[in-house]
């Protein structure tokens, strides 16, 4: 068997951009047509063919005033680069295909499991013709070696070459079921949080909160408590009656409302964070990102307005 390195040595081809610039000059038989369509000059078409007829130690067109013309050799090559053409042309469509029919998007667990794999079906159903896959992973995505086409993170932003639309600002307060409140007399007040049962108690954003409440914090860890590792396990944990949690109002809004969790306190906290959709900025025109990003954008649009007239 001849391997394709071996094979590809064998070949005495032409440079590849010198071949496109002969095929779409001898489909026009017009050097300035060509020219127009490749984005280049007329003289760099110019400088191509002679490459190629250079190569082959033959004339492939014949120049007269103001025109070119196909000479018999070059019909015939012009023939058969043509119909490869096409055949590559077949070969990639089906790449092409199969590429566009599937979307892979690689999110955080905590926006994957209480915002987005909600609504997943909501885009399927508008784009019946594409597949969608969810990678829920708090693992960086690296677009040069992972399959997603587009990821969902938390952060600063920007990063360079990404292209970075922010979904949402990152805000977090504390939350607990009304059993758990109830349980505590009711009403607590912010200094009653470092004696209580917490969910997570080493997360910055506690000290954070707690000192914008005007709660002096003591160094070190606030108390013992569950640790968990994402908020989305913090949220049901909080809702079981575990203890307060400190969460952001977007994710738990169908919570809240339906009274699972309640917020004991008005105060709102943020770092500056938020959540960004990214995808490599050379794929921004791809169809299924583009599809995707505004469909996106339109739905944490929605729960955002929601969120504000519900307070």
């Known amino acids: 068997m001849i ?5 590809s040595v064998m070949r005495r081809l032409p440079p590849m951009t010198a071949v496109r610039v002969f095929e779409a000059a001898a489909r026009h038989e017009n050097f300035t047509a060509a020219a127009r369509e ?3 000059t007329q003289a760099a078409v110019s400088y191509q063919i002679g490459i190629i007829e250079d190569k082959l130690g033959a004339a492939l067109f014949r120049r007269e005033k103001k025109r070119v013309r196909l000479t018999e050799a070059g019909r015939r090559a012009a023939e058969q680069v043509t119909r490869a053409f096409d055949m590559m042309d077949v070969a990639f469509a089906g790449v092409r295909a199969e590429n566009e029919a599937m979307l892979t998007v690689s999110a955080s667990q905590t926006f994957a499991n209480t915002w987005f ?14 597949a969608v896959r ?13 399959e997603a086409d587009v990821g969902v993170r938390s952060g600063l932003g920007p990063w360079p070459g990404l292209a970075a639309d922010l979904l949402f600002r990152v805000d977090f307060t ?33 000290p954070w909160w707690l000192t914008e409440a005007g709660v002096d914090v003591p160094d070190g860890p606030i108390r013992p408590g ?3 590792d994402a908020q ?11 203890g307060v949690a400190m969460l952001t109002p977007f994710f738990w809004r169908n919570d809240l409302a339906d009274g699972r969790l309640v917020r004991p306190f008005a105060q709102i906290s943020s770092r500056g964070y938020g959540y960004w959709l990214v995808y490599p900025e050379h794929r921004r025109s791809v169809p299924k990102i583009r599809r995707f990003r505004e469909w996106l954008l339109a739905e944490v649009a929605k729960d955002l307005a929601a969120l504000e007239r519900t307070g």
């Open 232 to 242: 989305s396990h913090e949220g049901n944990a909080a809702m079981a009656g575990q």
């Open 174 to 206: 504390p939350m607990c079921s009304p059993a758990f409140l109830a349980r505590h007399g009711g009403t607590i007040l912010p200094a009653d949080l470092l004696h209580l049962p917490l969910i997570s108690p080493q997360d910055e954003w506690w």
């Open 226 to 228: 569950i640790r968990l």
């Open 134 to 146: 969810l990678i829920a992973t708090d693992a960086m995505v690296d677009f040069a070696t992972d």
């Open 117 to 130: 794999a909600w609504r997943l079906g909501v885009f399927q159903m508008q784009h019946p013709e594409m």
């Open 3 to 7: 391997s394709w390195a071996y094979r």
């Open 38 to 40: 490749l984005g280049m």
